[in-house]
């Protein structure tokens, strides 16, 4: 299977970081082709709204670094969204990525690729991450892929608090399960 991950943190030791690296070893162990993107160190700039891309139909006129994700977004069967909770949402680094996903709507949407959320917040409650899982569900469900799994990560603000959980070995062996 390909897999693309989408890191977004501006921590590269950061806690959605520790997911993401620990999911992608458990599918490099199972024999899984996995790109990583971080997307909090590339140069990701907003959708213009043009729609001279044709939403998929014509290149994007932005050069930046999704001319790097595209073709393993579009060859994934799995995409992976890893990001911390700001504001109860996904990071700008992330939401910039996915506007762009706008480009190659035709070809992503009904394309019957999979999808997980990995996401991190230092609040303890489960109530915290019902909106970004909402959010993730909505883009899913547009895109008409399968979601094939969450881990939501609480009270985990910093590294030392993520790597004391079982999270980190949730995100393995959802990579080990893909």
């Known amino acids: 299977m390909k897999i693309t991950v989408?890191?977004?943190?501006?921590?590269?030791?950061g806690t959605s970081a520790l997911l993401a690296d620990e999911l992608i070893r458990g599918a490099?162990?199972?024999?899984?082709?996995?790109?990583?993107f971080d997307a909090g160190f590339e140069q990701v700039?907003?959708?213009?709204g043009c729609d001279r891309?044709?939403?998929?139909?014509?290149?994007?006129?932005?050069?930046?670094?999704?001319?790097?994700?595209?073709?393993?977004?579009?060859?994934?069967?799995?995409?992976?969204f890893a990001t911390p909770l700001y504001y109860y949402g996904i990071s700008a680094q992330l939401k910039l990525v996915i506007d762009r996903f706008y480009a190659n709507n035709s070809r992503l949407m009904?394309?019957?690729k999979k999808a997980v959320l990995l996401a991190t917040c230092a609040d303890g409650t489960d109530e915290s991450m019902k909106d970004i899982v909402a959010h993730y569900r909505t883009i899913v469900r547009y895109l008409k892929w399968e979601d094939a799994g969450v881990i939501t990560a609480t009270g985990c603000g910093a590294?030392?608090?993520?790597?004391?959980?079982?999270?980190?070995?949730?995100?393995?062996?959802?990579?080990?399960?893909?």
């Open 45 to 48: 700039k907003p959708c213009l």
């Open 159 to 178: 590294r030392e608090d993520i790597e004391k959980s079982d999270f980190p070995a949730q995100a393995y062996n959802m990579g080990r399960a893909l």
């Open 28 to 36: 490099q162990e199972a024999g899984h082709d996995v790109f990583r």
């Open 110 to 112: 009904g394309s019957g």
């Open 53 to 80: 891309c044709g939403a998929g139909t014509a290149k994007c006129v932005q050069e930046d670094s999704m001319e790097k994700l595209n073709p393993h977004l579009l060859e994934s069967d799995l995409v992976v």
């Open 6 to 13: 989408i890191t977004s943190s501006p921590h590269r030791k």
